[in-house]
């Protein structure tokens, strides 16, 4: 059971204490976390500076660091903003610092003291602590990104108890901003996109009719993260070359050995519908909207690679996660059987 203290007071990270962000994520990973930068208080200092990341450090009553939270910039959008790397000291994991550390950073999105358009995070669903926590900030579940981390990479005393070789994760999503334009929505997930948005700032969906462009190049932007094998690629815009696009990624995962591709495609294209139509022709399934990803909204799809989801223990603490779930998995299914 969670127990109040008083004592902790949470700061911001600064010259003066960047080296106790280290410290905190040595307690539970030691050297092993995969994002080195947490061990080097420059570079954090750096993308402080430059505006690409706010952290906090909750300290006890000694000036000891007990916690660590940041929020980032990983969208094309650069006013949306990412919850992550909620990190507590094994010694306080029973005290209620961690749900100071995420008020901490999302009152400054919601009290708008930065400039943001809302805030998402990707909550894993090895376990419910890290969704209940997102559901008791008003965040709305909008995605599942299947199997997308190495169940192996999980040390923090509870992910771990999945006992499976992948981990899926619930994207959650917080919007501050009203959204300015009309977005398209694919016909086989229309209605499950209207049900996934309801919740969030009134937008404007229209059925996707259009054809693929006559002319013009597809844009995409990708990261791919070596230590879970998971490649992401966002494609603001598509051209006439989609299908050819689509055709190299596919080779290039193979090389890469990826475990699961997923493609996030603006939805402020009108033939959205008919780039998901050539997805889904080589076995992509939905995953969800991105809110916000692109200034609009994004549409997810995946696919995995050799990869069978363990849905048992797939842990959603939401209803809407769980009929998104169940979404998904029909639409898998229902892509793998053309």
Wanted: charged share 20%; glycine share 6%; aromatic share 10%.
């Amino acid at each position: 059971m969670e127990k109040s203290d008083p004592f902790f007071r949470i700061v911001a990270v600064n010259p003066t204490n960047a080296h106790h962000v280290g410290t905190v994520f040595r307690s539970i990973y030691g050297e092993s976390f995969p994002v080195k930068d947490v061990y080097q208080p420059d570079i954090l200092l750096r993308e402080i500076a430059a505006e690409r990341l706010i952290s906090g450090l909750a300290l006890d009553e000694a000036g000891l660091p007990a916690g660590y939270i940041s929020i980032f910039k990983v969208a094309p959008n650069p006013r949306l903003w990412e919850a992550g790397n909620v990190v507590v000291v094994p010694s306080y994991a029973h005290t209620d610092v961690s749900s100071r550390l995420v008020r901490y950073c999302f009152d400054m999105v919601t009290g708008r003291k930065i400039d943001a358009d809302g805030i998402f995070s990707e909550a894993v669903c090895c376990h419910y602590f890290s969704q209940l926590n997102t559901a008791k900030l008003g965040m709305m579940d909008c995605g599942i990104e299947l199997d997308q981390l190495d169940g192996n990479s999980f040390m923090d005393g509870k992910s771990n108890k999945a006992e499976t070789a992948r981990v899926s994760c619930v994207i959650n999503f917080l919007e501050v901003t009203d959204p300015t334009e009309p977005e398209y929505v694919p016909a086989p997930y229309a209605e499950m996109v209207l049900q996934l948005t309801a919740p969030l700032r009134p937008r404007v969906l229209v059925p996707s009719t259009a054809r693929l462009p006559a002319e013009g190049s597809t844009c995409q932007e990708e990261k791919y993260y070596a230590s879970a094998r998971t490649w992401k690629v966002a494609v603001p815009t598509v051209g006439n070359d989609w299908s050819a696009i689509v055709a190299d990624m596919l080779t290039e995962a193979a090389k890469r050995k990826a475990v699961s591709l997923q493609v996030t495609l603006n939805m402020a294209c009108p033939h959205i519908g008919a780039a998901v139509t050539v997805l889904r022709e080589k076995g992509f399934f939905f995953g969800g909207v991105i809110p916000r990803w692109f200034g609009t909204d994004g549409l997810l799809m995946q696919k995995l690679f050799g990869s069978e989801t363990d849905y048992d223990e797939t842990k959603l603490y939401t209803k809407t996660a769980r009929d998104l779930l169940a979404f998904i998995r029909s639409d898998r299914e229902a892509v793998h059987g053309r």
